[in-house]
C-alpha cells in the first residue's frame, strides 16, 4: 500500500514537501506519479519519476516541484515551492509499473498498481 502525508497550509510563496510511503512492495520497482484533484475538477497527474530513470512534470508545475526518494526509507517526495493559490487540491500518489515515465497521465484509478488516500495541500493568497 502507500501512505501519502505531509499535507498542510501554507501561503502563496511558501513550500511544503509531500511523502509517499511504500509498504509490501518496493518503492523503486514502480514509478511513482503524484496526481491532484481541486475542487470541483478532474484529477490530474503533476509529475512522474521512476528510480534510475527518468522524471517528468507537468507544465503547471515545472521549475517548482521537484521528486526525491529514499530508498532505504522507501519512500518518495514531493518538494512543492513558491506555491500559489491554484495548488490547492488533494494530492495523491500512485504506483505503477512501468519503464519511461512520458508526461502523459491516465487518472483513472485501475491503471495503477497502488494508490495513497491522499493529502489536503491549501494555499491561501
Known amino acids: 500500500q502507500l501512505v501519502d502525508s505531509g499535507g498542510g497550509l501554507v501561503q502563496a510563496g511558501g513550500s511544503l514537501t509531500l511523502s509517499c510511503a511504500a509498504s509490501?512492495?518496493?518503492?523503486?520497482?514502480?514509478?511513482i506519479h503524484w496526481f491532484r484533484q481541486a475542487p470541483g475538477k478532474e484529477r490530474e497527474g503533476i509529475s512522474c519519476?521512476?528510480?534510475?530513470?527518468?522524471?517528468v512534470h507537468a507544465d503547471s508545475v515545472k521549475g517548482r516541484f521537484t521528486i526525491s526518494n529514499d530508498n532505504a526509507k522507501n519512500m518518495m517526495y514531493l518538494q512543492m515551492h513558491n506555491l500559489k493559490p491554484e495548488d490547492t487540491a488533494i494530492y495523491y500518489c500512485?504506483?505503477?509499473?512501468?519503464?519511461?515515465?512520458?508526461?502523459?497521465?491516465?487518472?483513472?484509478?485501475?491503471?495503477?498498481?497502488?494508490w495513497g488516500q491522499g493529502t489536503q495541500v491549501t494555499v491561501s493568497s
Open positions: 500512485a504506483a505503477e509499473k512501468l519503464d519511461v515515465c512520458s508526461g502523459i497521465w491516465d487518472s483513472r484509478e485501475d491503471e495503477y498498481d497502488y
Open positions: 509490501g512492495f518496493r518503492i523503486d520497482d514502480y514509478a
Open positions: 519519476f521512476i528510480s534510475g530513470g527518468n522524471t
